[in-house]
C-alpha cells in the first residue's frame, strides 16, 4: 500500500518536471495554437476528473451516510469554488495572457507572478490526490488504488502542458532555460505536499471524506472556468482548445472508467 500511495504523490510532480523539461527540447517561444491546444486538453481532463474520480464517488459516499446524499456533495463543491475564489482574489498572481497582474499589489518579478499561477492550479489538484488516496486507506470507504492511481496518472497528463505552458513563455522572455525549468518544476511541488498533508489527515477527515471529494472537485472546476478555458480562447480565435478540451476529457473518462471499473 505504501509503494502506491508515493507513486499516487510523485506521478504528478512527474508530469510537471517532464513538461517543465520540454524547455530544453523545443526552441523559440510556444506557438499560440499549441498553447491553446494544451490548455484545451488540460482543461478537458481537469473536468473529467472532477466527474468521474471525485464528484460521482463523493455522491456514492452520501448515499451510504447521509439522509439527504446530495448535500455533503453540494457544500463541498461550493466550498471549493469559493476556497480557490479567494486564493485568486488575494495571492499575487499574472496570467500568460495579460501584463496585469491580479491578488494583493507585490513587487514579485513577471517570471515569479507566472510561476504561482500555476502553483494556485496545482494546490486543488494535489488536494484531489490526497483525498482520493486517503479514501483508499480509510475503512469502508469503497474507492480502490486503480482509481487513485487513475486520478493521478490523469493530473500527470494535464500537468505536462502547464509544466510547458509556464517554463517555455518564461525562457522566452530572458530566463536561462535552467531557471525556467526549475520556475516550472517548483511549481509543481506543491502537489505531493498537499496529498500528504491530507493523508496525513485521515484519521480526522475520514468522517467528512464526501465533502472534500466535493470540494477538491468545486477548486478544480474553478481553474478550469476562470483561468484555462478564458486563456485558451484568448485572441486570435481558434477551434484548437476545444479540440484538445475533447481529447483530453476523453481520455480522462477511459482511463477512470478503465481503471477502476
Do not use: C
Not at 495554437?33 to 456514492?60: D, H, T, Y
Not at 439522509?67 to 485568486?88: E, K
Not at 484519521?203 to 478555458?229: D, K, N, Q
Amino acid at each position: 500500500m505504501n509503494t502506491y500511495i508515493t507513486l499516487g504523490l510523485l506521478i504528478p510532480f512527474l508530469g510537471t518536471l517532464v513538461g517543465a523539461s520540454l524547455v530544453y527540447l523545443l526552441r523559440g517561444a510556444m506557438s499560440d495554437n499549441l498553447r491553446k491546444l494544451l490548455l484545451g486538453f488540460a482543461s478537458g481532463v481537469m473536468i473529467a476528473a472532477s466527474v468521474w474520480s471525485l464528484l460521482i464517488p463523493s455522491m456514492e459516499m452520501s448515499q451510504e451516510t447521509h439522509n439527504i446524499p446530495w448535500l455533503p456533495t453540494t457544500i463541498g463543491f461550493v466550498l471549493g469554488m469559493l476556497f480557490l475564489l479567494a486564493l485568486d482574489t488575494f495571492t499575487p498572481h499574472l496570467h500568460l495572457n495579460t501584463d496585469q497582474a491580479e491578488g494583493m499589489k507585490s513587487s514579485w518579478k513577471r517570471s515569479t507572478l507566472l510561476a504561482m499561477t500555476v502553483t494556485l492550479h496545482n494546490i486543488p489538484e494535489g488536494m484531489a490526490v490526497g483525498v482520493v488516496l486517503a479514501s483508499t486507506i480509510a475503512q469502508g470507504v469503497d474507492i480502490n488504488i486503480s482509481a487513485a492511481l487513475a486520478l493521478s496518472l490523469g493530473i500527470a497528463l494535464q500537468n505536462l502542458p502547464e509544466g510547458a505552458i509556464i517554463s517555455m513563455p518564461l525562457h522566452s522572455e530572458g530566463l536561462s532555460k535552467n531557471k525556467a525549468f526549475g520556475l516550472g518544476a517548483l511549481s509543481g511541488i506543491v502537489e505531493p505536499i498537499a496529498g500528504l498533508l491530507t493523508i496525513a489527515l485521515i484519521t480526522w477527515i475520514s468522517p467528512i471524506l464526501p465533502y472534500l471529494l466535493a470540494f477538491s472537485a468545486g477548486a478544480m472546476v474553478y481553474v478550469v472556468v476562470e483561468e484555462l478555458i478564458p486563456e485558451s480562447q484568448s485572441e486570435p480565435h481558434s477551434n484548437i482548445a476545444t479540440i484538445g478540451f475533447m481529447v483530453g476529457f476523453v481520455i480522462m473518462m477511459i482511463m477512470d472508467t478503465a481503471l477502476a471499473g
